[in-house]
């Protein structure tokens, strides 16, 4: 008898909160929650902002999947949503609650699509920038990503699964490049006290020249092979001739090893331009350079929750 009741219970609430996916949205823009009505339970999405120079975007702050009760009542960890005739009132766990009124398909899909794609970005930089530190993928491809997909309000769940997908093909394509760049590094960095200049030329002539913290393979490269045989500074310099900048950024912070290079024999017209370089802080701009994308690349994307 109580699982007929039940299961009668269940049937009206269905008829109620309808069959097909309809949604609802809370009138208090500052607290703003959409709600997804299914065909057996409730989404509730609860959304914030997030912040950036480049841009801003729609954020998820927390979820919460509502189960029907009992007839008109719906609930969840969070959230209840009661409805009444025709209105629908949700209530959170602390008690708050908020009217709301219908929404667009398109219009949610657009926002949730647009906070899957920036968090999936975000998330893809935390991984990439801690599996390879001498290597920088910025979060801010996300905000780029969004600007150029060409169908913004499809729908959420094959949103998120076109999305998943290329964030797949973008790891494994730049995974396998800085796995080839941190295999390169480490056999300099292991072995520029074994092997004779030619081979470790010929492998760090296979790294990306940039600054830091972009990509700081050539950089480290530069400074193991410095500090192991201060005449490789000298080499390289005549090696990478449009890349001069570069070498002296790499051990210019190091005033020892300054020190050694200044008493390695000939090179004379080098080590005159190294030094005066070095001396009247010619590498001051790109010092600045570097730390400045280091400061605005590494800047965490924020989570702003609306007042």
């Avoid at 001739?241 to 008493?263: E, H, N």
């Amino acid at each position: 008898m109580k699982l007929t009741i039940t299961i009668l219970t269940l049937f009206i609430s269905f008829q109620i909160f309808g069959q097909t996916n309809s949604f609802l949205k809370t009138t208090d823009k500052k607290n703003l929650h959409y709600i997804e009505l299914c065909n057996d339970n409730v989404k509730v999405y609860k959304m914030g902002r997030y912040f950036d120079k480049v841009g801003t975007g729609p954020a998820i702050l927390k979820t919460d999947t509502l189960v029907f009760t009992k007839q008109n009542e719906c609930k969840g960890k969070f959230y209840t949503l009661l409805k009444k005739e025709t209105i629908y009132t949700l209530i959170s766990d602390n008690g708050k609650s908020y009217q709301t009124e219908p929404e667009s398909e398109l219009k949610v899909n657009t926002e949730l699509n647009n906070t899957y794609c920036l968090k999936s970005y975000f998330d893809l930089s935390d991984k990439l920038n801690k599996e390879f530190p001498l290597y920088h993928y910025t979060f801010r491809n996300g905000y780029y990503a969004w600007e150029k997909h060409s169908d913004k309000s499809m729908n959420h769940d094959k949103f998120i699964a076109q999305t998943e997908k290329e964030i797949g093909i973008i790891y494994d394509s730049i995974s396998k490049k800085q796995n080839a760049f941190t295999n390169t590094t480490n056999f300099i960095t292991a072995n520029v006290g074994q092997v004779n200049y030619s081979i470790l030329k010929d492998s760090i002539s296979t790294l990306p020249i940039d600054y830091k913290p972009q990509s700081g393979y050539f950089d480290k490269s530069v400074y193991q092979m410095a500090k192991v045989n201060p005449e490789y500074f000298y080499k390289l310099l005549q090696d990478f001739p449009t890349s001069k900048k570069f070498i002296y950024f790499a051990v210019d912070q190091d005033k020892d090893l300054v020190k050694q290079l200044k008493q390695v024999q000939g090179y004379d017209d080098l080590k005159k331009e190294f030094l005066k370089d070095y001396k009247f802080g010619k590498t001051m701009p790109y010092r600045i350079i570097g730390t400045y994308a280091i400061i605005a690349g590494l800047l965490t994307w924020l989570i702003i929750a609306q007042p």
